[in-house]
């Protein structure tokens, strides 16, 4: 099933079940009950964030190619940041550029999201899968220079800004999160294309150190590392610039994409 959160013409907020045929169906129970699909249209006014996080994981250099590419070893544990539930946005709503804090090394990294359905705690990587809702893209948006070099060590600075993790455009149940191609495309040019099998550390094994004496809520978010392309490593670095539109793509759940603005001041 592909859960759609939307808000309908009145402001009410709901989620309906998406078909490929492009309709949307009501459902009941989401997010965290039993879900059930009833016969009823949704009316869709706008396509919300599939989720409003509880927290925001990150796990950083989990995908094998990306820490060559950025020169680091491969990590002995899963390594991980935090991002404030401040950054998530939806589809089409603009990634704005810190102008207040001002950043001009913005950059795109696509991951697999992972959406927490029961509380979880001290799971072993056997059972993780057991507590996963579903799976939803993600960008990853962070400014290197508050990341690297202004952040006093900490990555979550620089990955916490305003409008920093576009999630959507659905929940996708019943993946195989192993088995899927993840992409990037910015203002038309494929940046990122690889696979999750790629990853160095599996979802099921990130779901468990993670959960290893500390509870997951339900609506926790894992956002499970970026493959090899970020704009930091072209040569010369490409950074996000007003005007320009990020889509990432993941097979089995769909596209999401997000203008690039600037912060208003």
Avoid at 22 to 29: F, L, N
Avoid at 142 to 157: K, P, T
Avoid at 203 to 216: Q, R, Y
């Amino acid at each position: 099933m592909k859960l759609l959160r939307y808000r309908d013409s009145d402001g009410a907020i709901h989620y309906a079940a998406q078909h490929a045929d492009g309709t949307a169906r009501v459902v009941t129970g989401a997010p965290f009950g039993e879900i059930k699909e009833t016969d009823q249209l949704a009316s869709i006014a706008e396509v919300l964030a599939p989720i409003e996080p509880t927290s925001v994981w990150g796990i950083g250099l989990n995908y094998r190619a990306h820490a060559e590419e950025a020169g680091l070893p491969i990590p002995e544990h899963p390594v991980v940041f935090a991002k404030g539930v401040n950054a998530v946005i939806g589809p089409d709503a603009p990634i704005l550029l810190p102008r207040v804090l001002r950043s001009d090394r913005v950059d795109y990294e696509v991951e697999l999201a992972v959406v927490i359905g029961r509380r979880c705690k001290n799971v072993s990587a056997d059972d993780a899968l057991d507590y996963v809702l579903g799976y939803t893209c993600a960008n990853d948006v962070s400014a290197r220079d508050w990341q690297i070099d202004r952040g006093g060590s900490q990555w979550c600075r620089g990955k916490s800004f305003d409008t920093f993790c576009p999630l959507g455009p659905v929940i996708a149940t019943d993946l195989d999160p192993q088995a899927l191609t993840i992409r990037t495309r910015l203002s038309g040019e494929t940046m990122q294309h690889a696979s999750t099998s790629d990853m160095i550390f599996t979802v099921a094994e990130c779901i468990a150190f993670l959960s290893g004496s500390t509870t997951l809520l339900p609506g926790t978010v894992i956002l499970t590392g970026t493959p090899v392309g970020i704009g930091m490593a072209q040569l010369p670095p490409r950074w996000l610039q007003p005007g320009d539109t990020v889509t990432v793509e993941i097979s089995g759940i769909g596209a999401l994409t997000n203008p690039v603005e600037e912060e208003p001041i």
